[in-house]
Antibody, heavy 121, light 108 residues
Framework: QVQLVQSGAEVKEPGSSVKVSCKAS????????VSWVRQAPGQGLEWMGG????????EYAQKFQGRVTITTDESASTAYLELTSLRSDDTAVYYC??????????????WGQGTQVTVSS | ETVMTQSPATLSVSPGERATLSCRAS??????LAWYQQKPGQAPRLLIY???TRASGIPARFSGSGSGTEFTLTISSLQSEDFAVYYC??????????FGGGTKVEIK
């Protein structure tokens, strides 16, 4: 089974942007969907959006519309999450996770190890 | 958006006992529901999808049931490695895909 390996921790200032990567190790995303889920300190899980690389189509939670962009580079088997206009409440662990074949509305398996993003001045 | 509500927030159980966790959806999600386990400092792990189908490698002591708006995750005999936080997630109505707030299963 493919493993997802995410980029390292980031510390960003308020108002800046962050781009987190998620590489499929031992395989590719193929036609599986990729979603991003975040978890603020001591809180639950929050879906931010996803993409189906085969179609290049993405969907985002309304809460993040205009601030989030999810892309993939299939040649590098890597997905990216870019979040702009960062605020302190964006401090969280960000996870990538794969879904099902050509379906974004689905369960997630496997997950990446998570990337800590800290927003602080 | 479909709101998922889990109860209780914390469940205290002795090793070897049965644990029953509940998840309620604000509208019917059919059987489009998954359960995850998360341990401190780790990513969530898929346990159940389709409300009742165990994911690959998940022990038989984990079982899921329910449909519509009411769902249950049962751990038949708690092992030490099962103490964790459990989340439900619906994938019937999206975007957004939504998770419950979690149930922490702790040692009694």
């Amino acid at each position: 089974q493919v493993q997802l390996v995410q980029s390292g921790a980031e510390v960003k200032e308020p108002g800046s942007s962050v781009k987190v990567s998620c590489k499929a190790s031992g395989g590719t995303f193929n036609s599986y969907s990729v979603s991003w889920v975040r978890q603020a300190p001591g809180q639950g899980l929050e879906w931010m959006g996803g993409i189906i690389p085969a179609f290049g189509t993405s969907e985002y939670a309304q809460k993040f519309q205009g601030r989030v962009t999810i892309t993939t580079d299939e040649s590098a088997s890597t997905a990216y999450l870019e979040l702009t206009s960062l605020r302190s409440d964006d401090t969280a662990v960000y996870y990538c996770a794969t879904g099902e074949y050509l379906v974004m509305g689905c369960w997630f398996d496997p997950w990446g190890q998570g990337t800590q993003v800290t927003v602080s001045s | 958006e479909t709101v998922m509500t889990q109860s209780p927030a914390t469940l205290s159980v002795s090793p070897g006992e049965r644990a029953t966790l509940s998840c309620r959806a604000s509208q019917s999600v059919s059987n489009n529901l998954a359960w995850y386990q998360q341990k401190p400092g780790q990513a969530p792990r898929l346990l159940i999808y389709g409300a009742s189908t165990r994911a690959s490698g998940i022990p038989a002591r984990f079982s899921g049931s329910g449909s519509g708006t009411e769902f249950t995750l049962t751990i038949s005999s708690l092992q030490s490695e099962d103490f964790a936080v459990y989340y439900c997630q619906q994938y019937n109505y999206w975007p957004p895909l939504t998770f419950g707030g979690g149930t922490k299963v702790e040692i009694k």
